[in-house]
């Protein structure tokens, strides 16, 4: 919950409090004595009373001296007038009823709202991620774990067949438990989806609960590791039992690296909770036993940070890889999405899906939405140009032409782009130039976009080092024309220093430090002890050494093609968005 809930429920708390206790005090603003109706009659007899009122048969009065008094009054006095004469001493029980609902409304009122607007919040913070999840204690995890029946069968997981293979056993197992324990076989009870985000891995999980016909229990690895020790533990507990009593059933634990990073790890200290947490994880899938019929399904990107023991037999003993799609897996993924949208029948699949390298599964279906959102603005059906504008906006951004762009800005990014792209463009062996754009998208005022002729899955040197003199080509070209350098050009910096520190450190590409694996310190802010100080300036040095090069070979490319550079500039000044064929167009007239 954000600030101004927190400190209007804390104001809202102090003026309840106020209201409460002026109530108790209320009605008794000095002193009153109440007398019984045998002494009330004598006083008046007396002659003592002043300032009588009645209120029903309520009488309240003073008496000479400024005291104040009250009685109640018989309704019928007569009823009591014979008791009265013999002495007796009377007192009336006023009839409460109908005013003792009221009253104690009223007072317990302040109490109430109290305890309703504490569950209202109570309520609204565990709902969805807030911070106020906090309140929601071990048990009530309701929201925290989704039990549902699953829709999704394996024909909606496409592109991700060798994946798929090795589940079907799984669901074979859920169905029909017997025909493995019969055979004597043991089915693994954990399985681990491993691969980059937006692969499918959740929807994998759904789909062998759907085929299977079992319960799917879904819980993120980050909702068990709360502020308070021991919460944790006690929803992995509690989860546990659930899936039990629920068998057969799948549970699913997104981003397990949350909880299962391998101890002694990252932060100073560790983490006691997420220990904690992790112990009771293990505790509670040794204690499986096969006939259970429970399979924990757990999905991570960062496999190699996982705690070894998460990893052992028993426990997350099949570990399934769930990879980025290749072509033809992005065909067929983009095929299942675009039958739930209207499609002209000209769209051909496979141009779009060479064209989507890198694309994992949730951003082809971010791709068919987009275009499907942009048709249902116009009307009619998507069409291959909806498809390539969806496809930009997702791989770049959204455009954001409303941003206000100088003059000079607009210029220095039309030849920052330019840079990249005649850098790109010159190169033999690099990725071919398919778009360059100075519309801002995101948080980049310009784009030059290169694609690939067939999907790469290893890189040479010379790809790499091309990249680092495209990735330099655009800071180059501002310094060339305007002898001035801009912040533009931040991000491409990091990427090559980036990319040049792999070269070095991962894949052992300079012939100085040679094939050897640096790592990084496993601690932050220590040194790594099998390295030693004057090896860190060695690489260091081959590190720059390696980006000059990178830098003096686009700067060459640069200066050489000069004009060439000029002409695409105007180019894509007065059209924004060029493509391939517009820079080869220029290029044939210059050479003329
Ligand atoms: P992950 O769990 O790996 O991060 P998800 O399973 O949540 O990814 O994928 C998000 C969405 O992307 C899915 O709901 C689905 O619409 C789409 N998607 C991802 N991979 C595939 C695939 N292989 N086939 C079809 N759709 C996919
Ligand atoms: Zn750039």
């Not at 998208?441 to 067939?454: H, I, S």
């Not at 330099?472 to 520190?501: C, Y």
């Amino acid at each position: 919950m954000n600030l101004f809930y927190k400190n209007l429920t804390i104001w809202l708390i102090i003026a309840l409090t106020a209201i409460l206790v002026l109530n108790i005090f209320k009605g008794q603003p000095e002193t009153v004595t109440v007398l019984t109706y045998s002494d009330f009659v004598h006083k008046v007899k007396d002659g003592i009373v002043a300032n009588f009122s009645l209120n029903k048969n309520i009488a309240t009065w003073q008496d000479s001296n400024g005291a104040h008094f009250r009685s109640v009054i018989p309704e019928n006095p007569a009823s009591v007038q014979n008791f009265l004469d013999a002495g007796a001493k009377i007192e009336i029980i006023p009839n409460r009823e109908p005013n003792w609902f009221l009253r104690s409304l009223l007072s317990w009122m302040p109490i109430l709202l109290l305890a309703g607007i504490w569950f209202f919040f109570i309520r609204k913070g565990s709902g969805q991620g807030g911070g106020g999840k906090a309140m929601a204690f071990g048990k009530s995890k309701a929201q925290l774990v989704d039990a549902q029946e699953s829709k999704v069968r394996f024909k909606d997981v496409a592109g991700i067949d060798e994946a798929k293979e090795e589940l079907v056993e799984i669901v074979e197992f859920l169905k029909d438990p017997t025909k493995f324990t019969d055979a004597g076989a043991r089915i693994p009870t954990g399985v681990l989806l491993h691969g980059e985000p937006g692969t499918g891995k959740t929807l994998l999980a759904k789909a062998i609960a759907g085929e299977a016909g079992v319960t799917f229990f879904s819980i993120s690895g980050s909702n068990f590791v709360e502020m308070y020790v021991g919460i944790g533990a006690s929803r992995v507990r509690d989860l546990f039992e659930e899936g039990k009593k629920k068998a057969p059933c799948i549970i699913f634990i997104d981003e397990i690296d949350a909880v299962g990073r391998h101890r002694s790890s990252g932060a100073a200290g560790g983490n006691d909770e997420r220990e904690q947490t992790l112990n009771q994880l293990l505790v509670e899938m040794d204690g499986f036993e096969v006939n259970d019929k429970v399979i924990i399904v757990a999905a991570t990107n960062r496999l190699d940070i996982l705690d070894q023991a998460l990893l052992r037999p028993g426990r997350f003993d099949r570990q399934v890889l769930v990879p980025l799609p290749d072509v033809l897996g992005r065909e067929q993924i983009l095929k299942v999405h675009a039958e739930k949208v209207k499609t002209s029948s000209d769209i051909d699949w496979n141009t779009i899906a060479k064209a989507t390298p890198g694309f994992s599964g949730a951003e082809l279906s971010n791709m068919i939405n987009e275009a499907a959102l942009m048709v249902a603005r116009r009307g009619g059906s998507v069409t291959m140009s909806d498809l390539d504008a969806a496809k930009d906006k997702v791989m770049m951004g959204a455009e954001r032409r409303s941003l206000i762009i100088t003059e000079d800005e607009k210029k220095i990014t039309a030849y920052h782009e330019v840079g990249h792209a005649l850098v790109a463009w010159m190169l033999p062996g690099s990725d071919p130039v398919h778009k360059v754009t100075i519309v801002p998208r995101g948080k980049a005022l310009g784009l030059t976009m290169q694609l690939p002729e067939t999907e790469k899955h290893s890189h040479s040197y010379s790809y790499l080092f091309n990249n680092l003199c495209i990735l330099l080509g655009g800071r180059i070209a501002e310094e060339l024309i305007f002898n001035e350098i801009t912040t533009g050009s931040g991000n491409d910096i990091e990427r090559v220093s980036d990319l040049a520190r792999k070269m070095v450190c991962e894949w052992g590409m300079s012939k100085n430090i040679g094939p050897i694996v640096i790592k990084a310190a496993d601690q932050p802010g220590t040194s790594n002890p099998l390295v030693s100080d004057e090896f860190i300036q060695k690489i260091n040095s081959e590190i720059s050494n390696l980006i000059n090069t990178a830098h003096d070979t686009a700067r060459k490319i640069l200066t050489d093609n000069k004009d060439t550079m000029e002409a695409i500039t105007l180019e894509l000044l007065e059209k924004e968005t060029i493509s391939n064929k517009d820079i080869q167009a220029v290029i044939d007239q210059q050479k003329s």
